[in-house]
């Protein structure tokens, strides 16, 4: 703990020692120009709320790829959980579609750095470009707070003899307003800037106004490139704003005629910036690439020791969930039958109670695990820290010779199949409940696909594998298990196909294709078994019978949608709820991969009916014939009825 304190306090001096040097280094050229604000108080580190906030910057400067750029502006919002988070930025409409982009990767590195942990931030760049996130919706909404008024450094060297000749000279001016607000919110945004501004810029040659919604710069002589009236290479549009010299502004208090040869003041500059000399250079220089290679050595020696540090912690860490053989087979009553819960292609799951009275799930793994104690050990540290309301908890494991267990906390309810397809147990399973359980189960995939600390493709999500805790919420489990048993696969591809048919997506079952929108094509299988009360594979048994997903898609475009409910959920249902989540489900089995949604847009939709999605296309064809299909059973936590279903496995990835 004394480490990582240390640790944490030499990086926050690094940082300040090594902004300073950029401080200095720059003082006389990037940060006059520019100005941010972080407001909205502050979110913690390594939360949702920064993964969120990382993901909204990397859509900003990708925005490029995507050609919807507008007029130089683009907005964005990300979701995650039920978090959201808006970002936009708005390119000054003089400069190039090259300059804008880079702008926008340097303004959005530049405000990650300056407003690291803040809920809303805003930076305007160089005069290049305004950019901006808030965990509050801002598009369209005037901010004309706060207000930079910068006069131009210039003077003139006699006020009163220039003020009364400024109405015969050229003024060059522009004025411009970000793409999103309306005419009304533009004028008056321009107006509060600039209606006093011969009294604060008294005695300049020019100056400029910066709010976050509005720009305004005039001087004496051009600012702007050529470019700024020509059409940009590329996207996005040209901006509608004047950039032309100003002859007659609109500002009745700034009114200049031009005239011929108008007299040229004698110009002097209030602060001369000197030439460095090389020698000056030199001192500078030195000193700061030693003390910057310093620092990086020292760095580097922190880092290498605490990642020792880290694996010597994640051991004894794996060490302190260990339990003692004895301690399970007497839990177990020396792995009973009467404590047998179900046999699946991973091993027998037995019953178990501590000394303590607490109840737990026992998984004993069948031999051909294929890992070393090290491994074991460390593929379970990494499961066991994998907290979420929709996961079953892993509490810890046990190694005794041959015998690797895995300890689950216990689920009294037993697994959603038990529920759902039981004539009699079905009935507890209203309409709340089952969408309850469809929305939970998408929050469970959505953290194992995204926010995690691994990124996990499940491959075998199905009714058995999803555990019911207090209050009917819904829990996945067997997820982990790929490097456990250490299948020879790859990210892209596996030569051992293992899963569920009837819930395998077609690139999986028949090519070896897996990816997270596997996941969402088996979610997608398993809501409408949710919403009709049957398996998937009861459809199919006769050569001229359908299979759930054409028998959904059927019944959906002919308007019947809701013959696939349960029976006993017709007339106690909300029919904008079923509408939505049979809508889901065929978006999610589409025979393109690329067609599925993610999860985090499945969510989202789930929690928001105002969104509008696509309409699903015809679904996979995909089917298999009785003869091909294989049932071993599954382990399902929970007395009584147990699942029979094909054998499972699981994929994680390190990020």
């Not at 009709?532 to 019978?545: I, T, V, W």
């Amino acid at each position: 703990m004394g480490n990582s304190r240390f640790f944490n306090m030499f990086i926050k001096i690094l940082s300040a020692i090594l902004i300073c040097y950029a401080l200095k280094a720059n003082a006389q050229t990037d940060t006059e120009n520019v100005y941010h604000s972080c407001s909205g108080g502050n979110y913690i580190a390594n939360s949702t709320y920064e993964s969120i906030v990382k993901l909204l910057l990397s859509s900003l400067k990708d925005s490029f790829n995507k050609g919807t750029i507008r007029n130089g502006y683009y907005n964005n919002t990300i979701v995650r959980r039920s978090n959201t988070m808006y970002g936009s930025y708005q390119c000054r409409g003089y400069i190039r579609h090259q300059e804008c982009e880079e702008s926008v990767v340097s303004a959005a590195n530049e405000i990650a750095l300056l407003c690291p942990t803040s809920k809303q931030a805003a930076i305007s760049y160089k005069d290049l470009v305004v950019l901006q996130f808030s965990d509050k919706l801002f598009f369209s909404i005037l901010q004309d707070k706060p207000l930079f008024t910068l006069p131009s450094e210039e003077l003139v060297p006699n006020p009163d003899e220039f003020n009364p000749k400024l109405d015969l000279l050229k003024i060059y001016g522009l004025a411009q307003c970000s793409s999103d607000l309306s005419v009304d919110n533009c004028n008056r945004c321009l107006r509060g800037g600039i209606n006093d501004i011969q009294k604060r810029f008294s005695g300049r040659i020019g100056g400029k106004v910066i709010t976050w919604s509005c720009y305004f710069r005039y001087k004496l002589f051009p600012f702007y490139t050529k470019y700024a009236t020509s059409p940009a290479p590329a996207n996005p549009p040209q901006p509608s704003i004047t950039r032309t010299p100003v002859e007659n502004p609109p500002q009745p208090s700034i009114t200049r005629t031009p005239v011929a040869n108008p007299p040229q003041p004698s110009i002097s500059k209030a602060k001369q910036k000197p030439k460095m000399s090389l020698t000056v250079l030199l001192i500078i220089v030195v000193p700061t690439v030693i003390t910057v290679v310093s620092i990086i050595t020292i760095l580097c020696f922190c880092i290498i020791r605490r990642k020792k540090i880290s694996n010597i912690g994640e051991i004894q860490s794996a060490e302190s969930l260990q339990f003692k053989f004895s301690t399970i087979s007497a839990a177990t009553n020396n792995f009973s039958d009467a404590n047998k819960l179900g046999r699946g292609g991973f091993g027998i799951v037995y019953k178990g109670t501590l000394t303590d009275g607490q109840e737990i799930a026992v998984k004993r793994l069948s031999e051909n695990s294929g890992q070393g104690e090290k491994e074991f050990k460390n593929e379970v540290a990494l499961l066991i820290k994998l907290q979420h309301k929709n996961l079953v908890r892993l509490l810890g494991y046990c190694l005794h010779g041959d015998e690797k267990l895995l300890v689950y906390e216990f689920m009294k309810n037993g697994s959603l199949d038990q529920f759902l397809f039981d004539p009699f147990k079905c009935a507890h399973l209203d309409w709340g409940k089952r969408h309850m359980i469809i929305g939970g189960i998408a929050k469970g995939l959505l953290y194992l696909h995204e926010d995690s600390r691994l990124n996990i493709i499940h491959r075998d999500l199905k009714a058995s594998n999803v555990l019911l805790g207090p209050d009917m919420v819904p829990k996945i489990a067997d997820f982990g298990m790929a490097k456990i048993f250490m299948v020879n696969q790859s990210q892209a591809s596996t030569k051992r196909v293992c899963g569920t048919f009837g819930y395998m997506a077609p690139e999986y079952a028949m090519l070896g294709k897996f990816s997270v929108k596997s996941d969402v094509f088996s979610f997608g299988v398993l809501i409408l078994e949710i919403l009709c009360g049957k398996r998937s594979n009861s459809f199919g048994r006769d050569e001229d019978a359908e299979s759930i997903l054409t028998y959904a898609w059927k019944l959906w475009n002919e308007g019947k949608y809701l013959e696939l409910l349960d029976p006993t959920l017709r007339g106690h249902h909300s029919t904008s709820e079923v509408m939505r989540c049979i809508e889901i489900a065929l978006l999610c089995v589409q025979e393109d991969v690329a067609e599925r949604p993610a999860m985090a847009r499945i969510v989202h939709i789930l929690n928001n009916y105002s969104v509008t999605v696509a309409a699903p296309l015809t679904p996979s064809a995909f089917s298999l014939s009785n003869d091909n299909r294989t049932e071993p059973n599954i382990p399902s936590q929970g007395v009584g009825n147990v699942s029979v279903n094909e054998m499972s496995t699981t994929e994680l990835y390190p990020r």
